[in-house]
């Protein structure tokens, strides 16, 4: 089946530890996202890339890194440098950065001890 | 960031009763989506729109992309148990990056 896979669904973390959350897509698209939500927030932008290779800075990126090396993968890294890190992680894609249908994984909930 | 106004922000209703709920933007946009999203899950995209006055239906869901671009309605008509969750919706225009998701209404249903 077509679709976006996030993982790991739970992640504990403890401070000043760097963690990895993964994101495959094998829908063929272009652009990919990664949100963070929080409880009466919505979501909130960290980074999206448009391309392989290519990445930018979303609306909260500090704290955060992403790699872009394959089509199909945008790996999210939640650095020790993230103040706030305990949230729910939700990755994305769509066939064009703002364009078309946007899909999200199931979500990766990151929680820090 | 920028949010879209989403009303109403909260529906408790009796199953089998009908559900309204809008999305407003101050900026147009040439898609709107409808998305639910149920506790620890990753939103589920209901239903897509591309044009202006397009009404477009999946299963019991109804969604109406506005005439000035700037809104967008989605109803659900005989409403069950499992319809409960929060919706939102969410707009974007070619050449940019960005999507723009509306604050969420959190629909409750009572059997």
Not at chain 1, 44 to 71: P, T
Not at chain 2, 63 to 89: E, M, W
């Amino acid at each position: 089946d077509g679709g976006i896979t996030q993982s790991p669904k739970y992640l504990f973390r403890k401070e000043g530890q760097n963690v990895t959350l993964s994101c495959e897509q094998n829908l063929n698209h272009d652009a990919m996202y990664w949100y963070r939500q929080d409880p009466g927030q919505g979501l909130r932008l960290i980074y999206y890339s448009q391309i392989v290779n290519d990445f930018q800075k979303g609306d909260i990126a500090e704290g955060y890194s992403v790699s872009r090396e394959k089509k199909e993968s945008f790996p999210l890294t939640v650095t020790s440098a993230q103040k706030n890190p305990t949230a729910f992680y939700l990755c994305a894609s769509s066939i064009g950065a703002g364009t078309g249908e946007l899909f999200f994984g199931e979500g990766s909930r990151l929680t820090v001890l | 960031g920028q949010q879209l106004n989403q009303s109403p922000q909260s529906m408790f209703i009796q199953e089998g009763e009908d559900v309204s709920m809008n999305c407003t933007s101050s900026s147009i946009f040439n898609t709107w989506l409808w998305y639910k999203q149920e506790p620890g899950e990753g939103p589920v995209l209901l239903i897509a729109l591309y044009k202006a006055g397009e009404l477009t239906s999946n299963g019991r869901l109804t969604a109406q992309f506005g005439i000035t671009r700037k809104d967008s309605f989605l109803n659900i008509s005989a409403s069950i148990p499992s319809d409960v969750g929060i919706y939102f919706c969410a707009g974007s225009t070619s050449g940019t990056y960005k999507y723009i998701f509306g604050t969420g209404t959190r629909l409750k249903v009572l059997a």
